[in-house]
């Protein structure tokens, strides 16, 4: 994995079976639950202008802990029409979607409708269990921990190459695993961690064998019980771009000048499947990680198993589709999204018992000069935060 500015990268892919919801809601927070006189609010939103003024061209972040609520947008959501970032726009989740994912395959673990150790041929078509070597020797587990061996589809020239020269194109969930088929695992399964999108496209698939459709189980089992109005999953390109979404922008050439990339962000994500492919509000991502993390999803030994971590480094890295780390001596849970026009986190750090979230409208899967600077206003939005 590499490390670009807000994230550790998951790098995009495309999904599969595009879903047209209609009514899509956006309506603004409600603003009589936000904490106008927020502690740290005047500071947070003086870094936020620092990320506008500095090359990103929009920010927003929901912040919720002792003091309630409180949510901030600065910079442009659109640099050609100047239009404001806000509050209620919606932002990709991009690699945040695997711990929803991940929820999904818990929620069939707690009603055994599946083992989390049995092996993924159990649940996947043979015609996909032949694509990978040793399909027999991985479990669920090891898709979920990303300990299972199974290449990354996206490092294929090929997949990038469609990806860039033709974003119309429609994937389904077996078009990414071809992209990995008959190729040598990385490791053997079970021997260590390693970050790869395709542990979750073969997650999607496993949930479609089980119930019919991994989409709308994801939104029966998690998006209704919360009432997440605003938070979409499988959206087709054409609903994402009648949405309020900020458009998309990217250093392509890595030479600090910004391309707008909304389409191909667009078309990106409504075809991506298992391993990204949600768009919420800044805070409905959040009430996502704090519901997760307060048991009103999971049972308490499921989340028990959730934070079984893999290790990297010999520190706890990633558990069933969470991550953990320190930041300033601080340890968190939560997740990173990335992808050609956007970047999130979402993190939860329990000695401040402070969750946040989030979003800008940059790039974040090639390098640029930009994330220097970036990098260094990010690191100081975290230190304010938690000192």
């Not at 929820?103 to 673990?109: E, F, I, R, T, W």
């Not at 040793?134 to 996206?154: C, K």
């Not at 078309?267 to 991506?272: I, K, L, R, T």
Request: charged share 20%; with cysteine.
């Amino acid at each position: 994995m590499k490390k670009t500015i807000f994230l550790i990268i998951c790098v995009v892919g495309l999904l599969q079976n595009t879903w047209a919801q209609s009514g899509l809601s956006t309506s603004d927070v409600n603003s009589t639950s936000i904490n106008e006189a927020y502690p740290k609010g005047e500071k947070v939103s003086e870094i936020l202008k620092e990320l506008t003024q500095n090359g990103c061209p929009g920010a927003s972040i929901a912040l919720l802990d002792a003091d309630g609520w409180w949510l901030k947008s600065e910079g442009l959501a659109s640099l050609e029409e100047k239009s404001p970032m806000t509050n209620d726009h919606l932002h990709y989740l991009q690699s945040i979607a695997k711990t929803y994912m991940a929820v999904a395959v818990l929620k069939l673990y707690e009603t055994d409708r599946l083992d989390l150790d049995a092996p993924i041929t159990k649940y996947l078509n043979p015609s996909i269990s032949k694509m990978i070597r040793q399909a027999d020797e991985i479990t669920v587990r090891m898709l979920l921990n990303h300990t299972s061996g199974i290449p990354e589809y996206n490092f294929n020239p090929n997949y990038a190459t469609t990806l860039l020269q033709h974003p119309e194109t429609v994937f389904r969930s077996v078009d990414y695993i071809s992209y990995i088929d008959g190729k040598p695992l990385d490791f053997q399964p079970g021997s260590k961690y390693s970050y790869r999108n395709t542990n979750y496209v073969l997650l999607s698939m496993i949930v479609d064998k089980i119930t019919g459709n991994h989409g709308d189980f994801i939104r029966s089992q998690i998006f209704e019980p919360l009432n997440l109005k605003n938070t979409y999953y499988q959206i087709s390109p054409l609903k994402l771009q009648g949405e309020k979404l900020p458009k998309s922008y990217w250093d392509r050439y890595s030479n600090g000048i910004l391309e707008n990339v909304s389409f191909v962000q667009q078309q990106n994500v409504a075809y991506m499947v298992g391993d990204d492919g949600i768009v919420t509000t800044t805070r409905e991502a959040v009430q996502f990680l704090k519901a997760l993390l307060e048991g009103e999803l999971l049972k308490e030994s499921t989340l028990k198993e959730m934070m079984t971590w893999a290790m990297r480094d010999g520190k706890p890295a990633y558990g069933l589709g969470l991550a953990t780390n320190e930041i300033a001596g601080h340890k968190f849970y939560g997740h990173t999204g990335g992808g050609l026009g956007a970047g999130c986190e979402l993190r939860y750090f329990p000695d401040k018992e402070l969750y946040m979230f989030i979003a800008i409208n940059i790039g974040t899967v090639t390098e640029s000069p930009l994330h220097v600077k970036l990098v260094e206003i990010r690191d100081k939005l975290y230190q304010t935060l938690l000192e």
